[in-house]
């Protein structure tokens, strides 16, 4: 992983033992992945007690370093000898090591997909409601004597959500059904490949 | 059910009888037109000229004949009841035998414009898929994200002025899944027997 000279310098500081101790190294690698996590970062989140005898600007320059080499370890789907040999080579202690990598381990899945959901994509369905009506009369016609669907699309676009609606009959909606059941038969199909 | 015509109506129809049936066969034909396309005030001034008689009692004529079919076609009406209410209309046989065949042959789809005109909602017209795996992107390598991408084609109005729409829509496996569940049950409702009942009562 290549890492800016100010990310490995944060790095360094956070291995060093003087600058942070045991539970002071615990705390800032949690406090690293809250953040990450978290979709409202908390101002508040270096605000420990452990922190406090730490210098505040190189305890910035750590969170921001550890964060950073984080969200590069998860981007390039780093696996354990290359988080290793990469701490390894900023003085990392084989147990600092171990603490990192297991707190790695646990938030790597939803970091990943955190990561995966930034960018544009098409609105997604979330759900589908419906409605079966019988068209029976109306101003310009008499027996019209039809049922009919109103279906509800339920999408999400970049956080707020809209409602796709639209009428069919029911020879429409069972092609409708149909298609997407030949859709999720080749989802099938290619998650067996 | 028999129509009842209104005395404005008999009097914009009165026309028909003082010309030729070949010139009642052109309204006639003028009239579906016109309920297909929208009416031209050209074609009304032709006529008139044509026939040397006010442009007004041209419109009234194909007006009025344009209302009878709709209003026929709106009920329905059998072709017995069709003929008694023109009867009030005091037009010959031949006449009424011409409107007649002229109501027959063209109500279904008189039917078909008028119930086109209520319907402001979308409606489904198709839909397209393609089945993507997301790889890669700028945040984050190695990704393997399977997602089904929609094209969904809504049309609103009738096929001759459709208003086509066209949203791209996405749906990860399991919401597909549960759409295809959901939509079943609404297909699986149209043959419960309350529905049945409901659509073999109301005829």
């Not at chain 2, 009416?39 to 442009?55: D, F, H, M, Q």
Request: hydrophobic content about 40%; aromatic content about 6%.
């Amino acid at each position: 992983m290549e890492l800016s000279e100010s990310v490995q310098r944060g790095l360094q500081s956070l291995a060093d033992l003087s600058v942070f101790d045991q539970s002071g190294f615990q705390v800032l690698v949690d406090a690293s992945f809250r953040s990450l996590l978290s979709s409202h970062a908390d101002p508040g989140v270096l605000d420990q007690p452990e922190f406090k005898r730490i210098d505040q600007i190189l305890l910035k320059q750590s969170h921001t370093a550890a964060t950073t080499f984080i969200l590069e370890a998860v981007k390039q789907n780093a696996d354990k000898s290359t988080i290793s040999s990469c701490l390894e080579e900023l003085t990392f202690s084989a147990e600092r090591i171990e603490i990192f990598y297991s707190a790695y381990q646990k938030h790597k899945k939803e970091l990943g997909r955190l990561l995966a959901s930034i960018g544009r994509r098409a609105p997604q369905i979330n759900d589908v409601s419906w409605r079966l009506q019988y068209h029976t009369k109306n101003g310009q016609v008499d027996k019209v004597n039809e049922p009919f669907y109103s279906i509800s699309l339920n999408a999400e676009n970049e956080g707020s959500s809209e409602d796709i609606n639209f009428t069919c009959t029911v020879e429409q909606l069972q092609d409708l059904v149909g298609k997407l059941k030949d859709a999720a038969k080749s989802v099938e199909k290619a998650s067996q490949m | 059910m028999l129509l009842v015509l209104s005395d404005d109506h008999k009097e914009h129809l009165a026309f028909l009888p003082t010309v030729d049936t070949a010139v009642v066969g052109e309204f006639g034909r003028i009239a579906l037109e016109f309920l297909r396309r929208g009416s031209s005030p050209k074609i009304y001034e032709g006529a008139a000229r044509k026939l040397s008689v006010p442009v007004d009692m041209v419109q009234h004529g194909v007006e009025g004949l344009m209302f009878l079919m709709t209003e026929s076609s709106k009920h329905m009406i059998s072709e017995v009841d069709f003929l008694d209410s023109v009867l009030a209309l005091g037009f010959g046989d031949e006449l009424n035998q011409m409107l007649l065949q002229l109501y027959l042959q063209h109500h279904s789809q008189i039917r078909s414009i008028l119930s086109q005109l209520p319907s402001n909602l979308p409606a489904y017209q198709n839909l397209e898929w393609r089945l993507d795996v997301q790889l890669a992107s700028r945040s984050a390598r190695q990704q393997v994200i399977p997602a089904l991408t929609m094209r969904l084609l809504l049309t609103r109005g009738s096929d001759s002025r459709s208003d086509h729409s066209i949203r791209v829509l996405q749906a990860d496996p399991s919401t597909l899944l549960h759409l295809i569940s959901t939509l079943e049950a609404a297909l699986a409702a149209m043959k419960t027997s309350h529905s049945r009942r409901i659509l073999r009562n109301i005829k």
